[in-house]
């Protein structure tokens, strides 16, 4: 057995990944881990000289030292140094900065790269190593030092201007910039009165729906009853109406490509309710290796999962088709490969993200992953392996019906081949029934049996979600996949957006913030100027662009901003206001203050009275249940609203949906707004009574 001395020494980052490459690569390799980055700028100061070409000050970080000293120890004695870190621009720059306390030379071949922690990829990668790309890493650091020279240029201002403990990024007040304009669009919103009219009508025996579509022979949209009452008053409900055209055709609804970065997160988000940071965590442990048992040991599950590409490579397409054949048969299969255009401005420098083998199905793995880890499994190797089949084909039929000018139609649809809808379906894939329309056929006649006008009101655009506003950012070139988390959950722990259920609603502090960037940095918060930043980084991993020029191009503008703002900006006062109570404990006026995690009442006395109470938030309506408290509302360690009673716990009230001031008519019974598709209802919660809410 050859000695410690003769071994080569690999350094990726994570202890899980090197468990598992130690295992792929024998007896001759020693796998030690890095623990992430081992340099990086100091968090005391700047760290960039600007007047000499931005140069960076790296310093060991704090807390690495003993991790430093073992790779050092380990470097001497090893036959040969690997740097086996990510394959991306940080992972390029931990390998370099790694090389560099190590005193290696950045142009040995010593650089391993892979997409997926699996035996024959790894042992594949180690017979071609390279030499450390220094376009990688100098992107990387073209977007560490200006991160650093906009944040800590614009975080002391708002310290000494708004409040301490606040921060401001390129990409983090961009996000922000998105949730409040969203708001403000909601407040402005005039919701618009529409009707519709479904219709019963009977053909022969058989009866279907068909909606108002227009009159003589034009589409028109209902705005108001008396529309309605003038449509209806043309019907004569003695007469048939006649069946003008029968429109029946194959539809074909293709799969989705496999998952980006950014796909996986917004999908995680709406099925599995993740939030984008636990996404990225799970996606990580699935990467660097699951134990498996004796027979297959630890294997990296999925491939890397920081991309934008929705490209797979030949192989995966190949044991995907095998795959499909031989357990959904030849008809599942797609013939021709399959072309998915990327997002504009993606790198495409990894594969789209996919089971390592297509064989290893979530049934096989159930009882080895953990609950969350089965859950995301599943949902990125069936949207792979759906991918790889063929489309879901519908027969539909559309009906066009007329009386005295009124013309109505009808849809149908139903599954005729389902396709990808085997393995995977979308939200939408699942709301969508078959809707089977009775064998009509043009001149045919059909007799009109009830009508149903509804009124409804355009609704204002729905606040942000983490998954639409990962969407937002990816649209508009903001950031990129490994940006997306670390910013959503910074701008959340500024307490700039507080999240209520599921969506994202600015704060007073978020708005103050963004206020005095939009008006003194507005290069930060202009989406075109960050988008086009994002593209000369990628200009710089291409080698077409030098990072230092870069940096200037962009900092020079921001400098003279800072200036100007410096002397401008004027300081903000969050001032308390009375609560209108006094305080409990030494009798003094009770104060609203704005703390880290927004609003709460203090004593006026503060630091000499420390007495603080939370703000509930009273509803206007008296307990259903004891008659006596007040309903408020309150937030479960989820964040998610509820209701329940200001008694507690002498009374143990409460509810998700909000209570009204009205008992049911049928039963007595309190009633509860509530959230559904398409508006907002009023119901009992026996399930005896409900009505539309009519704006």
Not at 162 to 174: C, D, E, P, T
Not at 220 to 248: A, C, P, Q, Y
Not at 312 to 320: D, G, L, N, Q, T
Not at 413 to 434: H, L, M, N, T
Request: aromatic fraction near 8%; include cysteine.
């Amino acid at each position: 057995m050859p000695s410690t001395k003769q071994k080569n020494l690999v350094i990726v980052e994570s202890p899980s990944k090197a468990k598992t490459i130690e295992k792929y690569l024998g007896r001759n390799y020693h796998v030690v881990a890095s623990l992430g980055h081992v340099r990086d700028l100091p968090k005391s100061q700047m760290g960039v000289d600007i007047d000499h070409d931005y140069e960076p000050k790296y310093i060991s970080i704090r807390g690495k030292g003993p991790v430093i000293k073992d790779l050092k120890k380990e470097a001497k004695k090893a036959k040969r140094v690997y740097l086996a870190a990510d394959p991306d621009r940080e992972g390029e720059a931990i390998a370099w900065h790694v090389s560099h306390l190590l005193g290696l030379d950045d142009d040995d071949k010593n650089r391993v790269v892979f997409n997926e922690i699996t035996k024959d990829t790894v042992k594949q990668a180690f017979k071609t190593p390279r030499s450390i790309d220094m376009n990688l890493v100098d992107a990387q650091q073209a977007r560490r030092v200006l991160d650093r020279l906009v944040g800590y240029s614009i975080s002391p201002i708002l310290w000494a201007k708004v409040k301490k403990g606040l921060s401001a990024g390129r990409v983090q007040s961009i996000a922000l910039k998105l949730v409040i304009e969203r708001e403000n669009e909601i407040k402005k919103f005039v919701p618009q009165e529409y009707w519709t009219i479904e219709s019963i009508f009977k053909h022969n025996k058989d009866k279907f729906k068909a909606n108002f579509y227009g009159l003589d022979g034009k589409k028109v949209e209902l705005k108001n009853n008396d529309e309605v009452k003038e449509v209806l008053g043309r019907v004569d409900k003695k007469k048939d109406f006649s069946i003008d055209k029968v429109t029946k055709k194959e539809r074909k609804r293709m799969p989705a490509a496999p998952f980006t970065t950014s796909s996986l997160q917004q999908e995680a988000n709406k099925r599995l309710n993740f939030k984008t940071r636990k996404t990225m965590m799970i996606a990580q442990q699935l990467y660097e290796g699951i134990n498996l048992g004796r027979k297959e040991g630890t294997v990296g599950l999925i491939t890397y999962m920081r991309t934008d590409s929705k490209r797979i490579s030949k192989v995966a397409e190949a044991e995907a088709s095998k795959f499909i054949h031989e357990e959904y048969g030849e008809p599942f299969a797609i013939i021709k490969e399959r072309k998915d255009k990327n997002q504009e401005g993606a790198q495409d420098a990894h594969e789209a993200i996919r089971p390592s083998s297509v064989f290893r199905t979530p049934a096989s793995l159930k009882d080895i992953l953990s609950r969350d880890q089965f859950r995301l499994y599943n949902l990125i190797w069936s949207r792979f392996v759906a991918s790889q089949m063929t489309p879901a084909i519908f027969d539909t039929m559309t009906v066009d019906l007329s009386q005295n000018g009124v013309m109505f139609r009808a849809n149908g649809s139903k599954i005729k081949f389902e396709g990808y809808r085997k393995v995977y379906q979308s939200a939408a894939d699942k709301a969508r029934k078959d809707n089977i329309l009775p064998d009509l056929a043009e001149g045919d006649t059909a007799k009109l049996q009830s009508n149903d006008p509804a009124q409804h009101f355009t609704q204002p655009p729905a606040r942000f979600t983490e998954a639409s506003l990962v969407k937002a950012l990816e649209e508009n070139g903001v950031g990129r996949p490994s940006t997306y988390a670390p910013t959503i959950d910074t701008i959340q722990r500024r307490y700039y957006v507080k999240l209520n259920g599921k969506s994202f609603e600015p704060t007073e502090l978020g708005e103050i913030v963004d206020n005095l960037i939009q008006a003194y940095f507005p290069d930060i918060v202009n989406i075109d100027f960050t988008a086009n930043l994002e593209d000369e980084l990628d200009h710089i991993e291409e080698g077409k662009e030098n990072w230092v020029k870069v940096v200037d191009r962009y900092y020079k503008p921001f400098a003279k901003e800072l200036e100007s703002a410096e002397d401008k900006i004027e300081k903000v006062q969050i001032k308390d206001e009375p609560a209108g109570m006094d305080c409990d404990i030494c009798g003094a006026p009770m104060v609203i203050k704005m703390g880290r995690y927004g609003k709460f009442y203090a004593c006026s006395r503060f630091p000499a009275c420390r007495n603080t109470k939370p703000i509930v938030k009273e509803i206007g309506v008296v307990c259903p249940k004891c008659k006596k408290g007040q309903v408020i509302e309150r937030k479960s360690k989820k964040n998610r609203i509820f209701y329940g009673c200001s008694r507690y716990p002498d009374c143990d009230f409460v509810s998700w949906d909000k209570p009204i001031n009205r008992d049911c008519p049928k039963d007595g019974h309190y009633l509860v707004e509530k959230k559904v598709k398409g508006g907002r209802q009023v119901i009992c919660p026996n399930g005896d009574y409900e009505e539309d809410i009519q704006k």
